[in-house]
Nanobody
Framework: QVHLMESGGGSVEPGNSLTLSCVWS????????MGWARQVPGKEREHVAG????????YYSDSAKDRFTISLDKAYRTVYLQMTSLTPEDTGVYFC??????????WGQGTQVTVSS
């Protein structure tokens, strides 16, 4: 069973940057995609970024494109989400996810990101 553990959340002012990390274990060949999603109360969970573990091809939501970067370090079994130019609209709980062909079935517990002045 896949296990995902996020870290790196916190409170920052608008315009600042933050990097989230997620260490995975138990990832089998059934999984080929890692990603990040965020949840805001009252709204659907939004997938903001994904990366295929083989090719390391990346993709982003419109809200994350050009500001967020997802990357992998397979040696450390870690997936990162570098976030820049943060705005209050980026506030939410960020979840690390694992799945196959962008269909996520494994989730971490989440880490809170708050952007406010």
């Amino acid at each position: 069973q896949v296990h995902l553990m996020e870290s790196g959340g916190g409170s920052v002012e608008p315009g600042n940057s933050l990097t989230l990390s997620c260490v995975w274990s138990g990832l089998t060949d059934n999984y080929n995609t890692m990603g990040w999603a965020r949840q805001v109360p009252g709204k659907e969970r939004e997938h903001v970024a994904g990366i295929y573990t083989g090719s390391e091809y990346t993709y982003y939501s419109d809200s994350a494109k050009d500001r967020f970067t997802i990357s992998l370090d397979k040696a450390y079994r870690t997936v990162y989400l570098q976030m820049t130019s943060l705005t209050p609209e980026d506030t939410g709980v960020y979840f690390c996810a694992a799945g196959a062909w962008s269909q996520f079935t494994g989730w971490g517990q989440g880490t809170q990101v708050t952007v406010s002045s």
